[in-house]
């Protein structure tokens, strides 16, 4: 780039996320997991899991919006589930939290172009 004269190919302009680890060959630390679990999302994935063996059931994004199947079915359960798991209302403020410090993480290891 002229301007800043940093490398503009794909591979350096690439936006970066947050590192994670493997801690085994089947659990891997990073930090939508740490969100999960701290918010308790994970239990709804599970129970969605459970409870909903549909094929096209997005157990996986409980928090999708629209663009998922089922997404009133899972909002619905989700308000239920969030009267005893009230840890789940941390979820959009983790996530939060979460995207700005992969923002500050990209900004600070992101090698290439950043205009
Ligand atoms: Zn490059
Ligand atoms: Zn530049």
Do not use: I, N
């Amino acid at each position: 780039c002229p301007q800043c004269e940093r490398c503009r190919c794909r591979a350096c302009t690439a936006p970066r996320e947050l590192p994670s680890k493997w801690l085994c060959d089947t659990c891997q630390l990073s930090c939508d997991q740490v969100v999960d679990k701290l918010s308790c999302v994970c239990c709804v994935k599970a129970l969605f899991y459970h409870c909903c063996p549909d094929e096209d059931f997005p157990s996986e994004v409980p928090c999708a919006c629209c663009e998922q199947t089922h997404c009133c079915k899972r909002w619905t359960a989700m308000l239920c589930v969030a009267m005893c798991l009230p840890c789940l209302c941390c979820f959009w403020p983790l996530r939060c939290m979460k995207w700005a410090c992969t923002s500050c993480y990209d900004a600070c290891v992101r090698p290439g172009c950043k205009c």
